[in-house]
């Protein structure tokens, strides 16, 4: 996953520096608020039943706004795709969860349902705007998640190096995880149930009308 982001990076500087001219005058330098890298948390107790997540693939807000240009479209469309997966890489190593998955669309039979948009990323900063649903459509998260890279991404030695911004992956997944531990076993229940209950109806509707 280092190596197909490290790839990335490089891709969007070269295509950077191709698309700038001379003459343009340089881009005002953004002044990015640091924090302390967030731990993950991980299960010493996991709370039953353990629930499924499915993670859509992420949306990217200048694509969506036409703002974005054909040179950095391919780099915008692998990030939408990769970003998820290690988002699902983090919450599968809380050890808290039933099976994580990531698909190209919203899952009908999801108990809990993840989707994202990119609202700005590169080798400096990432910000993601998440959404968190469970199958009776309760919002469990509707906020904006923003995070500079980590100094240690970029270490030359791959045993000590990890994702620049799994920080905020690591807040994203705690967040997650203290909604589902303020919740009761009934309720959690329930939401299994609302869930089957959704997936029947989407293979057979006339049974539900």
């Known amino acids: 996953m280092n190596k197909l982001r490290a790839l990335l990076l490089a891709i969007a500087i070269c295509l950077c520096f191709s698309a700038c001219s001379s003459d343009r005058p340089p881009a005002p330098v953004k002044t990015i ?91 400096l900063e990432l910000s993601l705007k998440v959404r968190v649903t469970d199958s009776r459509g309760i919002v469990w998260i509707d906020q904006t998640y923003q995070e500079p890279a980590q100094t240690t991404a970029y270490l030359i030695d791959e045993k000590v190096r990890e994702d620049p911004f799994q920080s905020l992956y690591n807040r994203i997944a705690n967040d997650i995880l203290r909604f589902r531990q303020q919740m009761p076993v009934t309720e959690a229940k329930t939401i299994v149930q609302a869930a089957l209950l959704r997936y029947a109806s989407a293979l057979a509707p006339e049974a539900f009308e």
Do not use: C, H
């Open 33 to 123: 608020p640091l924090r302390a890298p967030t731990s993950l948390l991980r299960a010493e107790n996991p709370t039953t039943p353990n629930l499924n997540i499915s993670i859509m693939a992420f949306s990217n807000a200048d694509a969506e706004s036409g703002r974005i240009s054909r040179i950095f479209a391919p780099i915008r469309e692998a990030e939408a795709s990769y970003l998820p997966i290690v988002l699902r890489d983090t919450l599968v190593e809380t050890g808290y969860w039933g099976a994580v998955k990531v698909g190209p669309s919203s899952d009908v039979s999801a108990e809990v349902q993840v989707n994202a948009q990119i609202l700005e990323s590169n080798a």
